[in-house]
């Protein structure tokens, strides 16, 4: 699911070069969410790379993700059974300290 997640936000990047031949990419929604490289694809592979860092950072914190949704009328939701907002994962089940 995370991995879906983050092909589909990084298909909404945004690539522009910079003047000194570098390529940079970022994604609308996603503060802090950048990358450089010196081709389209290495500045592809490593803005995923940086989002799925950032990616765990949220999780971990229960911060929501953006959404990304083909479908911009349908709103996003809580969880009605826990109540925590949709993608909260407590950080010690992604750091793997729970045990």
């Known amino acids: 699911m995370l991995f879906e997640y983050v092909q589909k936000a990084v298909e909404k990047a945004r690539y522009k ?3 000194d031949g570098l390529w940079l990419a970022e994604i609308p929604g996603f503060a802090g ?6 081709t389209v694809e290495s500045c592809r592979k ?3 790379d940086v989002l799925e860092e950032w990616n765990v950072l949220k999780l971990r914190d229960c911060d929501p993700l ?3 949704r083909a479908r911009p009328d349908v709103p996003g939701r809580a969880d009605a059974r826990s109540g925590k907002k949709p993608g909260c994962i407590p ?6 300290t729970n045990g």
């Open 33 to 38: 969410v950048w990358s450089q490289g010196r």
């Open 17 to 19: 070069q910079l003047g």
């Open 91 to 96: 950080g010690d089940v992604i750091l793997g």
């Open 46 to 48: 490593e803005l995923q």
């Open 66 to 68: 953006p959404q990304i």
